[in-house]
């Protein structure tokens, strides 16, 4: 890339260590990227190369997950919203850009709201504001899958996403879901109980920054649906809603120009 070397180092948040992969540019906004359940910072690996430029960039891994700290407890959104505070504390950094996927984005909205002062703006991508009984049993296959052998998880994996991705692909997912902590897994079956919803559109009624709700196709496995996205834009008039149409839910990496483009818009960088 054009932009600062991207470098790999150690952070203590003062609670736990954070592998975090960084691209510095002096005397540029720092952009934090969260990424989603069992990801790790390389899937914003497209976007950084057509941010790196612009931003700062900071994307950690989330603590239970690849190569951070895997403590035992404290994997409630508070928690991990801690973890980009003392990110930031140890980094020197006073406010940032956070833009989150899916788990990523439910943290960055925990973080917009309770620690306003951090967060100049806002970027969610697909975040999974209703999960219900179908995203629950999705979570509870994947603990399952991660709890058997390689050759086990690996072929549930394949069967799930037969339809999308390579051998390849399937492999990677297999590495990545065995890497991430079982607790992590529970953490998030617990954020998906019927009074989620309520619970995350008060946080987003008490976002005071600039606001990007980047929603994928629920057609194409995107989790958002469509009037739960129109009920938070409705609640958030700081909220500016886009709708990727023919997009699963990975939007950064299906659509890294676009949501690149988008980012640059909310902050003010088109």
Do not use: K
């Amino acid at each position: 890339m054009s932009a600062g070397e991207l470098q790999e180092r150690t952070v203590s948040t003062g609670a736990i260590d954070l592998h975090v992969a960084m691209v510095e540019q002096s005397d540029s906004p720092t952009l934090v990227l969260l990424h989603g359940l069992y990801d790790r910072w390389e899937v914003w690996n497209s976007l950084i190369d057509q941010l790196g430029d612009n931003f700062s960039v900071v994307a950690p891994d989330l603590r239970g997950h690849a190569r951070s700290d895997h403590p035992e407890s404290g994997y409630e959104l508070d928690d991990y919203a801690a973890d980009v505070v003392g990110m930031l504390d140890a980094l020197g950094i006073s406010r940032a850009i956070v833009a989150g996927h899916s788990l990523g984005a439910l943290i960055g909205l925990v973080a917009a709201a309770d620690h306003a002062d951090r967060v100049s703006h806002l970027a969610m991508i697909d975040p999974p504001l209703r999960q219900g009984e179908q995203g629950r049993q999705l979570l509870e296959i994947l603990l399952d899958a991660r709890q058997g052998g390689l050759e086990e998880t690996y072929q549930l994996i394949s069967e799930l996403y037969a339809f999308s991705g390579t051998e390849q692909d399937w492999r990677r997912q297999t590495e990545w879901l065995r890497a991430t902590s079982e607790a992590a897994f529970q953490g998030m079956i617990a954020m998906s109980d019927d009074a989620a919803f309520d619970r995350y559109l008060s946080l987003i009624e008490r976002v005071t920054c600039p606001t990007l709700l980047l929603q994928a196709d629920p057609m194409s496995g995107g989790v958002l649906s469509d009037d739960d996205a129109a009920e938070a834009t409705r609640r958030q008039p700081l909220m500016r809603h886009v709708r990727v149409p023919d997009t699963g839910h990975s939007v950064h990496q299906d659509a890294p120009s676009l949501t690149a483009c988008e980012i640059l818009s909310l902050t003010g960088q088109e």
